[in-house]
């Protein structure tokens, strides 16, 4: 069951601000020297403040996310917890997500926050791969940008343990991206699909107002190869760091990740 948080805080402070205010405006001026102050007036202005701080720091500033998958190895592991820059690619009002300050647009490279364009209230991660009006092919393990193929380095084979633990045996490969450097991981051997997003099952042409994101494990990732396009107003953040590693599939907590940027 996914819990719409971000409502569920804007109700909270709603209705605790609006018990503290009616409380100020109406009720403790009628009440007579040595009444107690109601139990939930005082809960309501005792959590109204912090409820509205941890409120405008998840909606404007930062989020924490945790990975719950593979898709993203070997860059973000399962369980890696990691926070979201909010700011990033604009300002938006909590619930309605309506930007009201552009900021910076995704780049290329960068690893992202959306949320899933066939059901809004899951959120996913991926990399930004294309921009706008950007032609996408993908064949033979390789991408393509408008014509032009990314530089690719083997760099040796993948050993995986506790989630990841059936992604050994995959090759890892060091892929370049307007100069942002990442690893991936791709099975050599498997055939390529006839993705449906794809013309020929290869290529996309990116609309306007929408951006093509893909996992970092290529053969294992539900991507815009599958639903297309991530359109501008369903972006979240730009993921920049992790926080904390807990790998309920076997490794458990693992401090060494703990601070790593994400590139």
């Known amino acids: 069951m996914n819990f719409d948080f971000p409502t569920i805080l804007f109700l909270a402070s709603l209705i605790t601000g609006l018990l ?5 405006l109406l009720w403790k001026p009628k009440r007579l020297d040595g009444d107690e102050e109601p139990v939930v007036v005082e809960y309501a202005r005792s959590f109204f403040p912090i409820i509205l701080i941890v409120l405008l720091l998840r909606s404007f500033l930062f989020e924490p996310f945790r990975i719950p998958s593979g898709s993203m ?14 700011y990033a690619y604009g300002i938006r009002l909590p619930v309605i997500n309506k930007k009201i300050l552009d900021n910076n647009q995704p780049a290329r490279g960068d690893v992202a926050v959306f949320r899933y364009p ?3 209230s899951t959120d996913y991660i991926k990399r930004v791969i294309g921009l706008p009006g950007d032609r996408i092919e993908y064949r033979d393990k390789m991408l393509y940008i408008n014509g032009k193929p990314l530089s690719y380095t083997k760099n040796g084979i993948y050993i995986g343990s506790g989630s990841g633990i059936n992604y050994t045996g995959t090759q890892i490969r060091e892929e370049s991206i307007d100069e942002v450097k990442h690893k991936i991981l791709v099975r050599a051997e498997q055939a390529d699909y006839n993705y449906p997003c794809m013309k020929g099952g290869h290529l996309f042409v990116v609309p306007q107002g929408h951006y093509f994101m893909m996992g970092d494990n290529r053969d294992y990732s539900n991507d815009s190869r599958f639903w297309c396009a991530v359109p501008d107003e369903n972006l979240v953040g730009k993921a920049f760091m992790i926080w904390m590693h807990w790998d309920t ?15």
Not at 20 to 24: E, G, M, P, R, S
Not at 73 to 86: E, Q, R, Y
């Open 20 to 24: 503290w205010l009616a409380d100020i």
């Open 249 to 263: 599939g076997g490794d458990g907590v693992n401090f060494s990740r703990v601070g790593q940027t994400i590139n």
């Open 118 to 120: 066939a059901d809004p």
């Open 73 to 86: 190895m070997p860059t973000l592991l399962a369980g890696d917890f990691i926070l979201v820059n909010k």
